[in-house]
């Protein structure tokens, strides 16, 4: 799935518009519609749990209760025992079907059902009220049609305009008109706090991508006072003051526990603070052709099977080939570790293997080869020379190259740490190394107090994986800077330095140097613990070494990291208990 800037959505819209010629105000009434379902089918999962409603008692036929099976049976009028069908499966279907287990229809009876609009069926509608806030630009028209639909589903709303409905334009201006047309009680924000105690929760369509800077005036007051109301909040496109291409919050931000995303998914719902603030995010088409961001060229997704597998060609699947062998799938290695920080090497090490890759060599300083004999029995270790303290030096760059000579994939830098003339050994092994190079850790603080630009440009690819505090240190600046809009600096970053860069932290960002990124949303917060950088580092060079390109071996790797970090906290119990081991352990 694509992710758009709040500049390439009005783009793409501008498109649909002008050039496929469907017309804005069938955009919005699809957007207002969308959003309406969701906040239906918000009331519909509160609804469970609820006394059911008499008439629809009878009507289910003692049918087990659930939300579903409520929507499906209140919509269908089976004026006929149908055949197959989807309207069919449910509840009250099964129920009538009951005597009939084959399901076909009865001797003699038409094949004909009708089915009604089971989305815009609410349960329980009468204890819903839902309050509207209405902003002056398209976002507030998306609310007013999202209105109308709530209150043809039997749900009381209540519009409340943070500035004079006179002042709305266009689309927005058509949407107040028969939102008052149907009678859609409004009032307009006088200033303080609306008083929220009657409603059931709040639609917030105040501002959307065409909002500039912190909400002012009236907004600001609405979005403070429904933060503190306790009201479930809806967020119509993006939650109002957050940045739409950043991920930063302004002052003040609404704080949304669902946002119906229109059309396609803004960078900030991705990036923290704003995936925060936006709560469970649902995007829902609005009739702009998907296709058309593929046709305008724009490159930054959100990371999933489908595009691992449809935009970077990665079979995720792992196959192996029947009559493979270990040399098939090639071989890594990996120089990390020293004396005191040997752990960082191992789990690189193993990570690559469990990555799938045939073969792992893991190059320490030699005085440390008999304290790792048969810490990983699978691995095999290699002298590369160095202090006789167990530490790391320049010479040992040769050895290193020289292990390289015949290997995949080369990955260096966990647990090495900062050593004399590091610089010079970084230089030798960025130069000389005749395949693709990973450099975390140490090496990614060496790297940035070198002008590394000057150095002899390589043929195979380099990909970086820092966190932010290792990046604030390669770009020269701060991580807060870093992280205020981390989709827009790894790509820039990537671009200028043409490495593939993998910036990680909460959504890891892969950005490639021809300005594909991709956002990353597998894994969890347990996942910030000691080593768990090292195992992306071997699990990212272990899927090079199988053939993956560059980007497709980043790409993947993030998102298989994530997953075994998943499944490992599901095996734990709780996320806090995770170890770097029992991510490897999970892949
Ligand atoms: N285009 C389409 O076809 C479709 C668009 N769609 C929807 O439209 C949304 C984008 O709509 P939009 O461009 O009208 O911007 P939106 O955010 O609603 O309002 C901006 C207005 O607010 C004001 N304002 C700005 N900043 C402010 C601040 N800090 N504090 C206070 N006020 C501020 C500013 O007014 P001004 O102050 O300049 O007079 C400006 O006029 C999009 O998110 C989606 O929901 C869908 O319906 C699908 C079809
Ligand atoms: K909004």
Redesign the pocket.
């Known amino acids: 799935m694509h992710i758009v800037t709040a500049e390439e959505m009005?783009r793409l819209?501008r498109i649909t518009?002008e050039r496929l010629g469907i017309p804005?105000v069938a955009?919005?009434e699809n957007?207002g519609r969308a959003i309406a379902e969701e906040i239906i089918a918000l009331c519909r999962r509160r609804g469970v749990g609820r006394a059911p409603l008499p008439a629809r008692a009878a009507r289910d036929g003692g049918a087990p209760h659930s939300a579903g099976a409520w929507a499906a049976g209140a919509a269908h009028e089976e004026a006929a025992a149908p055949g197959a069908g989807a309207a069919w499966n449910t509840a009250a279907g099964r129920a009538l079907r009951g005597g009939n287990p084959s399901g076909g229809a009865l001797a003699g009876a038409p094949k004909l059902h009708i089915s009604g609009d089971a989305a815009l069926m609410a349960e329980h509608a009468e204890d819903e009220h839902w309050l509207v806030l209405v902003?002056?630009?398209?976002?507030?028209?998306?609310g007013l049609v999202a209105a109308r639909y709530l209150r043809e589903a039997g749900i009381a709303v209540s519009l409340l305009y943070a500035v004079p409905p006179e002042s709305l334009t266009g689309e927005a201006a058509l949407q107040r008109d028969a939102a008052a047309a149907m009678g859609l009680p409004a009032a307009v924000h006088g200033g303080g706090s609306p008083g929220f105690a009657g409603y059931s929760g709040v639609l917030d369509a105040l501002?959307?991508?065409?909002?500039?800077?912190?909400?002012?005036?009236a907004?600001a007051e609405l979005i403070a006072a429904v933060n503190g109301s306790g009201k479930p909040v809806v967020s119509?496109?993006?939650p109002s003051g957050l940045n739409a291409d950043t991920g930063e919050t302004h002052e003040p931000c609404i704080q949304a526990s669902l946002t119906v995303c229109?059309?396609f998914l803004k960078r900030g719902l991705l990036q923290y603070p704003g995936s925060g603030a936006a709560g469970r995010i649902v995007v829902r088409s609005?009739g702009i052709p998907a296709g058309l961001a593929r046709e305008e060229g724009l490159s930054a997704y959100w990371l999933t099977p489908a595009v691992l597998e449809g935009v970077l060609g990665v079979d995720v699947s792992r196959r192996r080939v029947p009559d493979g062998h270990k040399g098939t799938y090639g071989h890594v290695l990996v120089a990390a570790g020293s004396l005191r920080m040997s752990g960082a090497g191992l789990i690189a090490a193993r990570a690559s293997l469990r990555a799938g890759c045939g073969l792992a060599t893991w190059a320490v300083p030699g005085k440390l080869l008999p304290l790792l004999v048969g810490a990983a029995p699978e691995l095999m270790l290699a002298d590369a020379g160095g202090q006789a303290d167990g530490t790391w030096n320049a010479e040992a760059a040769e050895e290193v190259l020289n292990l390289a000579e015949k290997k995949d994939v080369l990955a260096v830098g966990p647990g090495i740490g900062r050593f004399q003339e590091d610089k010079e050994w970084l230089k030798r092994i960025w130069e000389g190394a005749e395949c693709p190079l990973v450099v975390d850790a140490d090496a990614l603080n060496i790297l940035a107090e070198c002008d590394y630009r000057s150095w002899k440009s390589r043929r195979e690819p380099v990909i970086l994986t820092p966190h932010p505090g290792e990046m604030a240190r390669l770009a020269g600046v701060s991580t807060m800077e870093i992280q205020r809009d981390r989709i827009g600096l790894a790509l820039s970053y990537a671009r200028e330095r043409g490495v593939i860069l993998v910036l990680k932290g909460a959504h890891t960002v892969i950005a490639s140097p021809d300005g594909r990124i991709f956002v990353n949303t597998t894994g969890h917060p347990g996942m910030a613990t000691g080593g768990a950088g090292d195992c992306l580092t071997g699990i990212i060079a272990g899927l090079l070494a199988q053939g993956l390109e560059g980007v497709q071996a980043a790409a993947f790797g993030v998102y298989l990291h994530g997953l075994a970090g998943e499944k490992a906290a599901l095996l734990r119990d709780d996320p806090a208990s995770v170890i770097a081991s029992d991510i490897i352990e999970a892949l």
């Open positions: 009005r819209d518009i804005a955009l919005m957007a902003g002056k630009g398209n976002n507030g028209g998306d501002l959307g991508t065409g909002a500039a800077g912190a909400p002012r005036g907004y119509a496109d993006i229109l059309a609005i």
